[in-house]
C-alpha cells in the first residue's frame, strides 16, 4: 500500500518455547540380532547359501526384516495422493487415513502399501521351498517376518497385510509369525509395543516350537529396552518413534499422523506441546491498515496539517483517494482495514507538537488502535461449542489441527449472522494453511474490518 497504508506490525508475540528434549531412539534391530534370539530359543544358523536363515527344532525359518518407510517412493506417493485426494479435494492438508475409507478404496489402499511386504513374502516362499527339500522329513517351514522400520503401517495393519500377503501369493509357507517394534514418544513419556504372533497358514503343520520362539524375543526385547533406559546415548543414532508421516505433492501435504499419546502426568494439560515447524514464531503482520476520517475529523485533521498533501483539499477527494483492496496483490491473509480515527484520540497518543504533525504519524496511530481493538477481541473470544447464547453476528475461525506439528493445520473464517430472517454464513477465507494463535490474529483483523464485536473458534483434532 505504499504511504497510503500501515501495518499491523505484530498482534501479540507468538514465540514458541519449545522444548529442548530429544526424542529417545532405539536400537536399529539387524539380522545379527535375531540369531541370538534364535540361539538363545534352541536354533542354529543355517550356512548353507541360498538356504533359509536358520533351524530350530521342525522348523525351518526364513527371517524377513521390513524397514522401507512408506512415503519413499514417489510412485507410492502418488498413488496414495490420488487415493486420499478424493475425499478431501480442496483440503490444503489431505489426511491419510484408512479407517475412513470405503471397502473397494481400502482394498486400494493396501494394494499400494504392500509392495515391500509382498515382496518379502514371496522370497521367503522361495528359499524355504527350496530349503525344505533337501530335508527328509520336511521340516515346518516358517517365515518371521519383523517391521523395524515401515511406520505407515501399524502393528494390526501390518500383521492383516503380511498375513494377506502370504495366503494369496505364496504357497511355501506353513506358518507366519508377525511382529515388529513400534516405539512412541512425547520426548518424556515413552512406551514400545513389540509384537511377536504365530499363525498358521497350512493346518497340517504344526509349530509346537513357537512358544520357546516368542519367549526368547520377550527376553530379548526387556533386555534392550533395559538398555535403552540405563544407557540412552549409546542408541543416539538408532531408531527414531514412530512420527507423523508427511510429503508434498504438487502443493498439497499428505501426512499420517502418528497415534495419539496415553494421558501424561508430566505435561500440565496431561499431553505435550506440538511442535511448530512452520517457521513462524512471532505473529506476521494481519493486517494494511488506512485511517477512515468522518467528515467533521478529517476538518480538524485538515486544520491542523494544512499542508499535508495526502489529506487532498476537499473531503470528497479524500474519500476518493482511500486505498482499494484489489491494490497490489490481495493477500488473504493481511486485509485491508480502515480505521477510524479520531483527534482526541491521536492527540493523547502523539509524543510531539502539532506542528511537526505528519499524514504517516495518523497512518501509524490507526495500527496502533487496530492493535488495541483486535487485543480485547482475542482476550474475548470463546469456543462455539461451549457458548450457549451465540452473538447476533461473529466472526468464526474453524481450525483443523493434524499431527503433532502446528506446520500441518489449516483453517477457514466465516462471517456469520444469526439474526433472524437474515440468518447466513459467508466465507471470508477457506481451508488456508495457517495454525491457531496465527489464525485467530486474522480473525480479528476481518472482524474490525467487518465492524463485527465478537469471535467464535472451533477446533477439529486428528491425531
Not at 147 to 159: P, Q, R, V
Not at 363 to 378: C, D, E, I, K
Request: charged share 25%; aromatic share 10%; net charge negative.
Amino acid at each position: 500500500m505504499g504511504e497510503r497504508a500501515s501495518k499491523l506490525a505484530l498482534l501479540g508475540s507468538l514465540e514458541y518455547t519449545l522444548t529442548s528434549m530429544e526424542h529417545i531412539r532405539i536400537k536399529a534391530i539387524a539380522e545379527e540380532d535375531f540369531d541370538k534370539v534364535i540361539i538363545s530359543a534352541g536354533g542354529t544358523r543355517i550356512a548353507e547359501e541360498g538356504s533359509a536363515d536358520y533351524r530350530l527344532n521342525e522348523a525351518i525359518i526364513e527371517l524377513k526384516l521390513v524397514s522401507e518407510e512408506g512415503f519413499e517412493k514417489t510412485e507410492r506417493q502418488r498413488k496414495l495422493a490420488n487415493l486420499f485426494r478424493k475425499s478431501q479435494p480442496k483440503n490444503p492438508v489431505v489426511v491419510i487415513d484408512p479407517t475412513q475409507l470405503n471397502e473397494g478404496d481400502l482394498r486400494e489402499y493396501y494394494r499400494i502399501v504392500e509392495t515391500p511386504i509382498k515382496n518379502a513374502c514371496k522370497k521367503a516362499s522361495k528359499q524355504l521351498q527350496a530349503t525344505a527339500s533337501r530335508f527328509s522329513p520336511q521340516p515346518v517351514r516358517v517365515m518371521v517376518i519383523l517391521n523395524i522400520g515401515y511406520t505407515l503401517l501399524s502393528a494390526d495393519e501390518f500383521k492383516d497385510v503380511s498375513l494377506k500377503c502370504v495366503l494369496n501369493d505364496t504357497n511355501g509357507v506353513d506358518w507366519v509369525v508377525c511382529g515388529g517394534i513400534y516405539l512412541y514418544s512425547d520426548k518424556f513419556d515413552n512406551f514400545v509395543i513389540e509384537p511377536f504372533e504365530s499363525f498358521p497358514i497350512n493346518l497340517g503343520c504344526c509349530f509346537p516350537s513357537s512358544d520357546t520362539l516368542s519367549m526368547s524375543w520377550g527376553a530379548f526385547m526387556g533386555k534392550l529396552m533395559t538398555e535403552v533406559i540405563c544407557k540412552p546415548e549409546q542408541f543416539e543414532n538408532g531408531r527414531m518413534p514412530v512420527i507423523d508421516l508427511k510429503f508434498d505433492l504438487d502443493g498439497i501435504r499428505y501426512i499420517k499422523p502418528a497415534p495419539a499419546m496415553p494421558p501424561s502426568g508430566f505435561w500440565p494439560e496431561g499431553v505435550a506441546p506440538r511442535e511448530n515447524t512452520s517457521g513462524i514464531n512471532n505473529c506476521p503482520p494481519v493486517a494494511r491498515t488506512f485511517p477512515a476520517l468522518s467528515d467533521s475529523e478529517w476538518n480538524r485533521f485538515k486544520t491542523a496539517m494544512p499542508s499535508s498533501a495526502r489529506l487532498k483539499d476537499k473531503y470528497k477527494s479524500w474519500i476518493e483517494s482511500y486505498p482499494e483492496e484489489t491494490i497490489e496483490s490481495h493477500d488473504p491473509l493481511k486485509p485491508l482495514v480502515l480505521v477510524d480515527v479520531r483527534i482526541e484520540d491521536f492527540e493523547r497518543w502523539i509524543k510531539k507538537p502539532k506542528k511537526h504533525w505528519e499524514f504517516s504519524d495518523v497512518a501509524n496511530f490507526s495500527s496502533q488502535v487496530l492493535h488495541q481493538r483486535a487485543t480485547q477481541l482475542l482476550g474475548e473470544a470463546k469456543d462455539k461449542e461451549q457458548t450457549k447464547v451465540l452473538p447476533l453476528d461473529y466472526i468464526h475461525f474453524v481450525l483443523t489441527e493434524v499431527g503433532n506439528d502446528k506446520a500441518n493445520d489449516f483453517a477457514s473464517i466465516y462471517y456469520v449472522s444469526e439474526m433472524p430472517g437474515f440468518e447466513r454464513q459467508e466465507p471470508v477465507i477457506e481451508n488456508v494453511r495457517i495454525f491457531y494463535e496465527y489464525g485467530m490474529a486474522v480473525s480479528a483483523a476481518y472482524a474490525i474490518k467487518r465492524n463485527v464485536g465478537a469471535i467464535l473458534f472451533t477446533k477439529k483434532v486428528i491425531r
